[in-house]
């Protein structure tokens, strides 16, 4: 499985200190150059099991760079030069370009949920309240209500 990553999935797991989450799920995550940068203002020192990974077509990225920011940009190309099985971004405007892009993707959201179905949490509840209480990540009533559902939590 090759996994990319953009920066708001995993700054937001760092914040809850619940990084390893995408290590026990994915095991190696790749990072382009442009993540890393963002990352590293807040978390200079990252966890082993981010690869940081190069991107080829500058060309596409610069393009790409005309809508979305850089670390968005070249996780997408990353995606694609690397044919990743996933690219994990939460952002709206670069979920919709992977999409037409051909790039499957997952959200931070998505992440829970699967480490919720594999065991490495046992309360996707919980987990969404420290989030909400210590992050800017946010969700309606509305869906969380629908992905308890989903997730035996209701």
Not at 4 to 33: C, F, H, M, W
Not at 39 to 52: E, G, Y
Request: aromatic share 4%; proline share 3%; charged share 25%.
């Amino acid at each position: 499985m090759i996994v990319v990553s953009d920066t708001s999935p995993i700054t937001t797991l760092l914040q809850i200190e619940r990084a390893n989450l995408l290590k026990q799920i994915y095991g190696e995550v790749l990072i382009p150059q442009a993540v890393r940068d963002e990352l590293s203002v807040l978390h200079p020192v990252l966890p082993d099991f981010f690869q940081c990974v190069q991107v080829r077509n500058r060309t596409e990225v610069d393009r790409l760079c005309k809508e979305l920011d850089a670390g968005e940009a070249e996780a997408i190309v990353l995606a694609k030069e690397k044919h990743a099985t996933v690219l994990l971004i939460d952002e709206t405007e670069g979920r919709l370009i992977a999409t037409r892009e051909g790039i499957p993707i997952i959200g931070l959201l998505g992440v829970l949920i699967q480490a919720k179905k594999t065991g490495h949490i046992t309360s996707l509840r919980n987990t969404l309240r420290e989030l909400e209480s210590r992050t800017t990540f946010r969700l309606s009533e509305q869906i969380k209500a629908v992905v308890f559902e989903k997730t035996g939590e209701n």
